[in-house]
């Protein structure tokens, strides 16, 4: 593993393979179920959809680890060993989702999923837009224009691509954003490294083992409301392989 310092190791936290591998699997599950339904148009499961979680094991684990023990390595320790944790959890999970699935009301798990997406994911959006109007209002307002006017753009270009490649555009000609390939490179994964570091990781990560479970309970609850969110469209995911 390269030289993690202070300023970075947060970055390095999170720059994993997680989410990447996370979307080709359930790009498999999509594929495999429209083959099974003889359809070509199924819903998509979301890899990473927890930034609840996500929010919680940083600034409640391993941000006051950081702090407490001033040594960006053990703190990376306790990143490790807390996921490992976590998805250790998702993993049992797996074994009573179809039960508890079959006994709780749709409407519960669904009005989770609700809630998250109309107060974080809205809201938040919103803060960013308005935080920098003159950047993100233009963009905004081609992205509505697109999603709910209508609008369709030349040689039927998804509404949401002109936005994200024309606000890149326009964000780098008002001089908000620019390219840095600087940090661009091959890194290899050291698992026999990585292994090492989880296992320092668990002694350090035990006092925090009462943020830890809620919060990877609350984990697979979620995914469980994705699947059930697909179930309702008439997409039977298996909650288990989820």
């Known amino acids: ?40 148009d199924v819903t998509a499961l979301p890899s990473g959809v927890s930034t609840t979680a996500m929010f919680v094991i940083l600034y409640g684990v391993i941000t006051p680890l950081s ?9 990376w320790s306790a990143a490790l060993a807390a996921t490992f944790i ?11 989702g179809p039960w508890i699935k079959k006994r709780i009301p749709r409407a519960a798990l669904l009005g989770t999923v609700a809630g998250i997406g109309f107060i974080w994911m809205a809201t938040q959006g919103l803060f960013d837009i308005y935080g920098d109007p003159i950047l993100g209002l233009p963009i905004f307002g081609v992205a509505m224009v697109g999603l709910f006017g209508g609008y369709l753009f030349p040689k039927k270009m ?34 026999i490294s990585n292994i ?32 059930e969110g697909a179930n309702a469209v008439g997409d039977n995911y298996s909650v288990r392989e989820a």
């Open 196 to 227: 090492e570091y989880l296992i320092d990781g668990f002694s350090l990560v035990v006092p925090y083992l009462t943020i830890v479970i809620p919060i990877e309970i609350y984990n697979f609850i979620e995914t469980m409301d994705n699947v």
């Open 67 to 75: 702090y407490a023990i001033d040594d960006p390595y053990l703190a």
């Open 86 to 96: 976590g998805g250790f959890i998702e993993f049992m999970g797996g074994f009573i």
């Open 158 to 191: 998804p509404p949401l691509v002109v936005a994200i490649v024309g606000g890149i555009i326009y964000a780098i000609a008002l001089g908000k954003s620019s390219f840095d390939f600087t940090s661009v490179g091959f890194y290899i994964p050291n698992p």
């Open 1 to 40: 593993m390269e030289e993690i310092t202070a300023d970075s190791w947060l970055i390095e936290c999170f720059k994993s393979w997680y989410f990447m591998a996370g979307c080709f699997y359930y790009a498999y599950m999509a594929k495999k179920l429209a083959k099974k339904e003889g359809s070509i």
